[in-house]
């Protein structure tokens, strides 16, 4: 078993790129320097190179090495927070600007794969939530039966646990909602593409080149000679006039005002031995992407060729590797499919989301330092929809404005950046999945 993603197969880090990749050359100033060189950090490079500005991006290993090349490919439009939650808190107008941004980020990427011809498996796929119990059954009646609107701008359908074998053979759900609007995408290679298109546009891309310190050019105390940052890097020092922090899941001490915003939590994920397609299609007839109603939520799909099976969540209360998770997502996966019980695992691995403590998304700027990030786990959509934005805030373009801008980004007292509840948090969520409750 490998314990490197299954996407690496077809579109290995590095894949085509040229010999400029590997000199490491860490320029001595750049006006725009993006930490991070997933999804995020590449859009807003394609947004600041293409306007000009001498763009270089860094990442502390292997370029794409962090979720982008690692996640579920599932892409919804969603922002999580639903509309009555949002407009409790910001007003309705606001609620429904909020929710927009969610709508415009998958619009986004379809349009930008399109257009740039991406090779990258993007279809419209649908995806397929099953009811873990009665109780999350009834409460998907309900919202199914609400009007299109406002509140919920796209149509939904409903499943009965008879007509579920469309989607999905299993006796595991009691039926389920259907969202027709979700795309497929195989993360890895969306990943290469939008690199090689980075590379084309100019930017400089720098592996192995961890970013340990930001401070200031000019006199301390004299704001007037500060205008430009003084980054430390392993590969040396570089100064720039604007620096777009894309980090996410992988957000350390670098800047603690963003370690202190953002929720670093492990997602891992199986990929199974192959088998014949038939064999598949009778587990999964179409190529819907599946998760379901628990809180700690499994999501899977088959992968875009057809023969295995990826499938992933969160089985461990704290942090693990790879390979201690493997045997219990194949029990998880042998409880949807009691024949996939036993079935081998050919790949096993693991990527760190970011959630924030208000479940939103966030963009903007903090003492001069850009940044995007806290997708809370449905970021390929988001990252790249507002990785582009933030390129263009950095870049001082009109259009890089979001309803997202200036929206507070909290924290918690006593949070440094160590998510000590989180493991009490995820038992309280293993015992309520148990319960016969929505
Ligand atoms: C297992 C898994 C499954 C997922 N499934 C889905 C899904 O199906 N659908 C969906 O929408 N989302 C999914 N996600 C989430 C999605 O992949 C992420 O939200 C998205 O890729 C984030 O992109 P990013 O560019 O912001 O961050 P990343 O791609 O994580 O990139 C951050 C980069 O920052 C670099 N970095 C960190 N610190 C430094 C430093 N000091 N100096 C230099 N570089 C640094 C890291 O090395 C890393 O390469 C999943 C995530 C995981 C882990």
């Known amino acids: 078993?490998?314990?490197?993603?299954?996407?690496?197969?077809?579109?290995?880090?590095?894949?085509?790129?040229?010999?400029?990749?590997?000199?490491?050359?860490?320029?001595?100033?750049?006006?725009v320097l993006i930490i991070g060189s997933g999804y995020t950090g590449l859009q807003a490079a394609l947004q600041t190179a293409r306007s000009g500005l001498d763009t270089v991006v860094v990442d502390a290993k292997d370029l794409g090495i962090g979720c982008s090349t690692r996640n579920g490919g599932q892409v919804s439009n969603n922002i999580k927070p639903d509309f009555d939650y949002l407009a409790k808190k910001h007003g309705e107008q606001k609620a429904y600007d909020l929710i927009q941004e969610g709508f415009r980020s998958q619009q986004y990427l379809n349009d930008f794969i399109t257009s740039e011809q991406l090779d990258c498996d993007w279809y419209k796929s649908g995806r397929y939530i099953g009811a873990h119990n009665p109780a999350a059954y009834r409460a998907m009646e309900h919202e199914a039966a609400k009007p299109i609107d406002r509140r919920k701008a796209y149509p939904i359908e409903l499943v009965t646990q008879a007509e579920q074998g469309q989607h999905i053979q299993t006796d595991f759900y009691h039926g389920g909602l259907f969202y027709p609007h979700v795309y497929s995408v195989n993360p890895a290679k969306y990943h290469s593409g939008l690199l090689q298109k980075v590379q084309l546009a100019g930017a400089r891309l720098i592996a192995h080149c961890r970013v340990n310190q930001i401070g200031r050019t000019g006199v301390a105390g004299d704001l007037s000679s500060q205008k430009r940052f003084r980054v430390q890097t392993a590969l040396g020092e570089i100064t720039a006039n604007k620096v777009i922090i894309a980090t996410n899941g992988y957000t350390e001490g670098l800047s603690s005002w963003h370690q202190r915003r953002v929720i670093s939590i492990g997602s891992y994920i199986i990929a199974t031995e192959p088998m014949a397609a038939e064999r598949l299609a009778e587990l999964l007839p179409t190529q819907e992407m599946i998760c379901d109603s628990r809180k700690l939520i499994f999501y899977y799909r088959k992968c875009p060729e057809g023969k295995r099976i990826i499938f992933g969540g969160r089985v461990s209360l704290t942090e693990t590797d790879p390979e201690k998770c493997t045997p219990l997502l194949q029990?998880?996966?042998?409880?949807?499919?009691?024949?996939?019980?036993?079935?081998?695992?050919?790949?096993?691995?693991?990527g760190?989301?970011?959630?924030?403590?208000?479940?939103?998304?966030?963009?903007?700027?903090?003492?001069?330092?850009?940044?995007?990030?806290?997708?809370?786990?449905?970021?390929?959509?988001?990252?790249?929809?507002?990785?582009?934005?933030?390129?263009?805030?950095?870049?001082?373009?009109?259009?890089?404005?979001?309803?997202?801008?200036?929206?507070a980004f909290p924290t918690r007292p006593l949070y440094y950046g160590n998510p000590w509840f989180l493991a009490p948090s995820l038992r309280f969520y293993q015992w309520r999945d148990r319960l016969p409750i929505a």
């Open 1 to 31: 078993m490998k314990l490197t993603p299954y996407w690496w197969e077809n579109a290995p880090l590095y894949q085509q790129l040229d010999k400029e990749l590997d000199d490491n050359l860490l320029p001595s100033h750049c006006e």
């Open 331 to 350: 029990k998880e996966l042998g409880k949807i499919f009691p024949s996939m019980m036993t079935h081998p695992v050919t790949h096993s691995w693991e």
């Open 352 to 407: 760190f989301i970011a959630y924030s403590f208000d479940h939103m998304p966030h963009i903007g700027e903090d003492n001069g330092l850009h940044y995007a990030m806290g997708y809370c786990g449905s970021g390929v959509g988001l990252s790249s929809y507002f990785g582009m934005r933030v390129g263009q805030q950095a870049a001082g373009l009109a259009e890089g404005a979001t309803a997202l801008d200036n929206l």
